[in-house]
């Protein structure tokens, strides 16, 4: 199989690296740019995991860069938003700041040996979040209604999630999966 076992593991990486493309382009003022950018990276999530499945390509490495690459995508888009006065700082910090703890706990297990298990909040939180940062990006009237103001509605939402998910791992450690 050789060097095709390797292109799940960089599909994840262009979406991670896409991250800094997307704040660019927002900082530059390209803002629908940024919008399909953002689109076609975060598709790319679903991508990456049906080629690992196809080319039997699943490993810890490429379960920590898909969840990786998902933060560096969400985290530089919310700061080029946030510093673009696009996207709230009550929502825009706590996210961001749990962005880094869970990587600080991704860190921690990792250096334990541990496996870190995203919990069904921190899924949905994920999902919510792949939905509300297209709506901030666009930032136009279309179809009868300002996407980056429903954008800050789903923001709002985003964040509760983000907290619930917080919440959840403190309680129970990194390793506990939730409900299904």
Known sequence: MG????????????RGATGFLVA???????????????IAAILTDLVDGWLARKLNAYSPWGVFLDALADKVLTSCTWVALWTHGWAPT?????????????AALWALNRHRG??????????????FEGVTLPFLLLHVTWMG?????????????T??????????????GPAHKGSS
């Open 114 to 127: 541990q496996q870190f298990e995203p919990n069904l909040l921190g899924r949905l939180m994920i999902s």
């Open 90 to 102: 009550a929502v825009a910090a706590p996210i961001l700041l749990r962005n880094v703890i869970v």
């Open 3 to 14: 060097l095709t076992r390797h292109l799940p593991n960089l599909v994840t990486l262009s």
């Open 145 to 157: 209604v300002h996407w980056a103001s429903a954008g800050v509605i789903l923001a709002v939402v």
């Open 159 to 172: 964040l509760a999630l983000s907290l619930a998910s917080a919440a959840q791992y403190a309680i129970y």
């Open 24 to 38: 660019g382009l927002v900082w530059s003022n390209h803002h629908v740019a940024a919008f399909f950018v953002f």
